[in-house]
Antibody, heavy 122, light 107 residues
Framework: QLQLQESGPGLVKPSETLSLTCTVSGDSISSGPYFWGWIRQSPGKGLEWIGSISYSGSTYYNPSLKSRVTKSLDTSKNQFFLELRSVTAADTAVYYC??????????????WGQGTLVTVSS | DIQMTQSPSSVSASVGDRVTITCRASQTMASWLAWYQQKPGKAPTLLIYAASTLQSGVPSRFSGSGSGTDFTLTISSLQPEDSAFYYCHQARSFPPTFGQGTRLEIK
């Protein structure tokens, strides 16, 4: 059974960088043909797609966040990562990692992590 | 970005009732839309994709229909465990976007 687990600091100061890790178990993230995405959920903006990375390292980012986001993966550790720079209170949300197919186009998110709450506050 | 508007924002119904949730897109989606269910404190789970294809393991009381800009999620006979939030999701136009959600309560 595939499982995803987010980890990272629950509190980040404004203007700093939010860094999250998603650890995948039950299958290799490099086995293909899946993509590995990040989605966040906040009371103000609901569910928002952040971006995705393929097993081969191709990336897609939401244009609204693209200038601040970096995604990467470490196949040896079966992990993928999210970095969001210059955070503000508007970035406070529950962050989910998820597996999906088809890149961003017609993507279906079939496995999700439990989510991790990140609060941006000084 | 494509705006996805769900209605109603909240609905209350009794066990056994038929419930319909609507999602309207600001641009045509052809026949592709997904629906997710989310229970409190949990991640969303995929119910339906490609407007009407039931995800494996999802009860057959859930169904989806629609094309173009108007889509519906129907629960044919409401069960207590269906109390949740429901979200539509488009991934036909970049960037992918979600509806604002519909809260379904059991009377």
């Amino acid at each position: 059974q595939l499982q995803l687990q987010e980890s990272g600091p629950g509190l980040v100061k404004p203007s700093e960088t939010l860094s999250l890790t998603c650890t995948v178990s039950g299958d290799s993230i490099s086995s293909g043909p899946y993509f590995w995405g990040w989605i966040r959920q906040s009371p103000g903006k609901g569910l928002e797609w952040i971006g995705s990375i393929s097993y081969s390292g191709s990336t897609y980012y939401n244009p609204s966040l693209k200038s601040r986001v970096t995604k990467s993966l470490d196949t040896s550790k079966n992990q993928f990562f999210l970095e969001l720079r210059s955070v503000t209170a508007a970035d406070t949300a529950v962050y989910y990692c998820a597996r999906h197919s088809n890149g961003w186009y017609e993507a279906t998110y079939d496995y999700w992590g439990q989510g991790t709450l990140v609060t941006v506050s000084s | 970005d494509i705006q996805m508007t769900q209605s109603p924002s909240s609905v209350s119904a009794s066990v056994g009732d038929r419930v319909t949730i609507t999602c309207r897109a600001s641009q045509t989606m052809a026949s592709w839309l997904a629906w997710y269910q989310q229970k409190p404190g949990k991640a969303p789970t995929l119910l339906i994709y490609a407007a009407s294809t039931l995800q494996s393991g999802v009860p057959s009381r859930f169904s989806g229909s629609g094309s173009g800009t108007d889509f519906t999620l129907t629960i044919s006979s409401l069960q207590p465990e269906d109390s949740a939030f429901y979200y539509c999701h488009q991934a036909r136009s970049f960037p992918p976007t979600f509806g604002q959600g519909t809260r379904l309560e059991i009377k």
